[in-house]
């Protein structure tokens, strides 16, 4: 399917994928950015923001199968592929599927297997189920950035979680969390940068180093005084880390 997204600039391409809680908004600071001397686009994945699709039709294989049609429509060569959270591990299943279309990889709060969330994703599912999401993003979201997150950033999360459609934030939810990538880890054959903050409750630290030891050559950069949203929260540090990746 086409997904939604922005493209600004020219030159090598810079494709960034969000979280299961957000859309491609999230992406702004990087947009403004990276848009002088490359071509940065910042998409909505399957069923999220702006990209309608059936719930039903959401696994990683589709995400990442968007993203390399996406890809292919604006950019003639590989990409840059820049992914938080849900949008590492789509990066990561984008490498598996089209490595033709990966020139380098930059992993923000990503993992390969995080054994807490799979254990608990009966428990997040029914608690989906329970209530709404507007409900549910205000009791979640401020506890995903870190302590020192601007009240207004705070509110714009919740409410990029709470628009979302129930039926494919509650499927996205439940294909993230089951997701292993310790098989794809290592035969990445790209530059990655894998990057966590250091406040990361959703993705601790330890997950994002442990991907990056399974990755053949990956440097682990850790932010510091961030949380999850770390290129919301603290954009010149995340900004600067990717610039010397793409350098």
Same mark, same amino acid.
């Given at each position: %399917? ?11 391409? +810079? ?7 957000? $859309? ?24 999220? @923001? ?7 039709? #959401?696994? %990683? ?8 049609? !996406? ?14 959270? %849900? ?9 598996? $599927?089209?490595?033709?279309? +990966? ?6 709060? @990503? ?49 990029? %979680? ?27 054959? +790209?530059?990655? !940068? ?20 399974? #990755? ?5 950069? +850790? ?25």
């Amino acid at each position: %399917m086409r997904l939604a997204h922005d493209a600004v600039g020219s030159g090598e391409a +810079v494709v960034f994928l969000h979280g299961v809680g957000s $859309d491609r908004r999230t992406w702004a600071p990087q947009l403004a950015a990276f848009a002088p001397g490359h071509l940065a686009v910042a998409a909505d994945c399957r069923g999220h @923001g702006g990209s309608r699709a059936a719930a039903g039709s #959401i696994s %990683m294989a589709t995400f990442a199968a968007d993203v390399a049609e !996406l890809i292919e429509e604006l950019w003639a060569g590989p990409a840059h592929v820049c992914g938080l959270s %849900m949008g590492a591990l789509i990066g990561l299943q984008l490498w598996a $599927d089209r490595p033709d279309l +990966v020139r380098s990889l930059v992993l923000a709060a @990503g993992w390969a297997h995080h054994p807490a969330a799979a254990a608990g994703l009966d428990a997040r599912l029914a608690a989906i189920d329970a209530t709404s999401l507007p409900v549910l993003a205000r009791q979640r979201m401020p506890a995903v950035l870190g302590p020192t997150a601007a009240p207004d950033l705070v509110e714009r999360a919740v409410a990029a %979680m709470a628009g979302k459609d129930p039926a494919c934030y509650r499927r996205s939810n439940q294909v993230l969390w089951a997701t292993d990538m310790r098989g794809v880890a290592p035969n990445v054959r +790209v530059p990655t !940068l894998v990057l966590v903050g250091e406040l990361d409750t959703v993705t601790p630290p330890a997950l994002s180093a442990e991907l990056a030891a399974l #990755i053949p050559g990956a440097r682990l950069e +850790v932010l510091a005084g961030t949380g999850h949203l770390a290129n919301e929260e603290n954009p010149a540090a995340f900004n600067a880390a990717l610039r010397r990746h793409l350098g």
